[in-house]
Antibody, heavy 115, light 111 residues
Framework: EVQLLASGGGLVQPGGSLRLSCVGSGFTFNTYWMNWVRQTPEKGLEWVANINPDGSQKTFVDSVKGRFTMSRDNVKNSVTLQMNSLRVEDTAVYYC????????WGQGIVVTVSS | DVVLTQSPLSLPVTLGQPASLSCRSSQGLVHPNGNTNLDWFQQRPGQSPRRLIYHVSYRDSGVPDRFSGSESGTEFTLKISRVEAEDVGIYYCVQYAHWPHTFGQGTKLEI
């Protein structure tokens, strides 16, 4: 069974940091592009960042460039999103998603940025 | 950024009847490798998105054959031949031919 299990969300004040993690199983993790996608009622689904299978290429949406970083560990089948200098507008449900021969999504994790 | 415009935003349907959902792109979505990078996702209430169709018209494993995808230029269509109750949800198109990858605003399918 394919699983992507995300963790690390929560409530943080503006300017703070959070680290999201996602562990995959049941598929060949090291052949998949891994992505973070967020969703809000106002903006819908928004692609945040992705990383290629060997971790050598990372891309970020403009609104998070310089604040978010992404990494992966193909031994542990994990991917992380380090979110710094968080803003109120980063509040969303964050999904990790694997894109390759299949498309697999985690359960969604809530990030709330509020004072 | 590539803008994907979905229509209609809300689609009331009758069980057993067909449904057609549209997604119009502001730019061509053909990747240099020759694939057209447009997928369709279904998001049922309270669930994560699930991919139904990739590269315009290829069904994912386990997706019923009542779902089909097609294209005409920069207009893409998802068709459901006979709507079933489990099809209720929001349907999104997404393009990954250009960065940033972008989603349409979704079509809410209601019985």
């Amino acid at each position: 069974e394919v699983q992507l299990l995300a963790s690390g969300g929560g409530l943080v004040q503006p300017g703070g940091s959070l680290r999201l993690s996602c562990v995959g199983s049941g598929f060949t993790f090291n052949t998949y592009w891994m992505n973070w996608v967020r969703q809000t009622p106002e903006k819908g689904l928004e692609w945040v960042a992705n990383i290629n299978p060997d971790g050598s290429q990372k891309t970020f949406v403009d609104s998070v460039k310089g604040r978010f970083t992404m990494s992966r560990d193909n031994v542990k089948n994990s991917v992380t999103l380090q979110m710094n200098s968080l803003r109120v507008e980063d509040t969303a449900v964050y999904y990790c998603a694997g894109w390759g021969a299949g498309s697999y999504w985690g359960q969604g994790i809530v990030v709330t940025v509020s004072s | 950024d590539v803008v994907l415009t979905q229509s209609p935003l809300s689609l009331p349907v009758t069980l057993g009847q067909p449904a057609s959902l549209s997604c119009r792109s502001s730019q061509g979505l053909v990747h240099p490798n020759g694939n057209t990078n447009l997928d369709w996702f279904q998001q049922r209430p309270g669930q994560s998105p699930r991919r139904l169709i990739y590269h315009v018209s290829y069904r994912d494993s386990g997706v019923p054959d009542r779902f089909s995808g097609s294209e005409s230029g920069t207009e893409f269509t998802l068709k459901i031949s006979r709507v079933e109750a489990e099809d209720v949800g929001i349907y999104y198109c997404v393009q990954y031919a250009h960065w940033p990858h972008t989603f349409g605003q979704g079509t809410k399918l209601e019985i």
